[in-house]
């Protein structure tokens, strides 16, 4: 899985900014404060590219990925306590958060929402896995066929 990941993060025709590797004390920190498991190829993402940003081949068609140190700050500032219990938030992009659906069996698929939508009806999952989410970024978004 993990030279799956490398491949997918480091490959040259996918146009995104990539972050430089998060340093693995600060990695053991936020699994160590997170207050569930978090899937083993979101942490070998952060190992590779802690965060990023960038075009997404799926609605919204952007993503901005929060460095490891950014993620616990991010949730308690999005109130995911009361607002998103069953997610947990790990991007964002405009009015969008990308999030893990806790509701689905872990690894949990991946889903974007639009955060002013209390009625959650402009949900929607965007992947199965992280890695799967990996391999729609910097990718175009095709929206009837036009490339935006």
Known sequence: MADDLAAI???QSADWWRNFPCPEEEL????AAAPLRLPDDYLGFLRLANGGEGSLAVSPGWFRIWPAGKVLEANRD???DEFY?????FGVCDSNLFAFNLKR???WPLVALDYLDDKRECMDQVADNFTEFARLLGRPWLRSGIST
């Open 9 to 11: 993060v480091f490959d």
């Open 28 to 31: 053991l920190q936020l699994v």
């Open 78 to 80: 999005y109130e995911r």
């Open 85 to 89: 219990p069953d997610l947990f938030l």
């Open 105 to 107: 069996p872990f690894p």
